[in-house]
């Protein structure tokens, strides 16, 4: 058996089938690191681009705005089964009153 080897563009003659099976071998590499290159740059742009970024935003502003919500929420629900005329609701109302004076100060 004759083993072919290749050398850059140069061949040295040998069996036909064992340069088919070394061609075969070297187009399946060349294959293999194209779709590797693929891969990698298909990765890097889902992690680096404006999807992951977007992502992030995203989940930062519906907290802020559940939890804002929840907090809001739940104080004007407390406030509607507490008694209107007591110190608690004058508290919150003064409160209340304060914390718009401070915005409009701004």
Known sequence: ???STTTGAMRIPGDGADDQVMDSIAQAVRDAS???VQHATTVKEAVTGPGLI???SRVGYTSAYALAFGIVYTVVFVT???PQDNPVM???SDGARAAVD???GV
């Open 1 to 3: 058996m004759t083993v």
């Open 34 to 36: 194209k779709n590797a």
């Open 102 to 104: 401070a915005v409009k």
């Open 80 to 82: 509607q089964f507490i």
């Open 54 to 56: 977007r992502s992030v």
């Open 90 to 92: 004058d508290g919150f």
